[in-house]
Nanobody, 128 residues
Framework: QLQASGGGLVQDGGSLRLSCAASGFSFSDYSMGWFRQAPGKEREGVSCLSSADGTKYYADFVKGRFTISSDNVRNTVYLQMNRLNPEDTAVYYC???????????????????????WGKGTQVTVSS
């Protein structure tokens, strides 16, 4: 089970931190990540934290602004989002990804078929 929180309304240039508490499985068995879906658009990968080696991966459109991290004791993954802009408005989903393979390193560039489990989304709205 994945429980995401932390979404909300923020002004252009603001920050938010999303949290995702996981239960029912071990963090060490899977990689964790975030996807998002903006109105009228397909879901897209945002970031992934590999459990294989701890590498953090980001989609180009969030590099330098977003940071993924985890607390393995609390089984929680975070997404710190800085310098938000209206194009970041979307429903953000915490996801479980394969520990190995290309899905995490490419942050789902080939689509979302590699996602093992979707959490409920949390709405992020950035006003201009």
């Amino acid at each position: 089970q994945l429980q995401a929180s932390g979404g909300g309304l923020v002004q252009d240039g603001g920050s938010l931190r999303l949290s995702c508490a996981a239960s029912g499985f071990s963090f060490s068995d899977y990689s964790m990540g975030w996807f998002r879906q903006a109105p009228g658009k397909e879901r897209e990968g945002v970031s992934c934290l590999s459990s294989a080696d701890g590498t953090k991966y980001y989609a180009d459109f969030v590099k330098g602004r977003f940071t993924i991290s985890s607390d393995n004791v609390r089984n929680t993954v975070y997404l710190q989002m800085n310098r938000l802009n209206p194009e970041d408005t979307a429903v953000y989903y915490c996801v479980v990804l394969p520990k190995y393979g290309s899905v995490c390193p490419t942050v789902g560039a080939d689509g979302d078929s590699g996602v093992r489990y979707w959490g409920k989304g949390t709405q992020v709205t950035v006003s201009s």
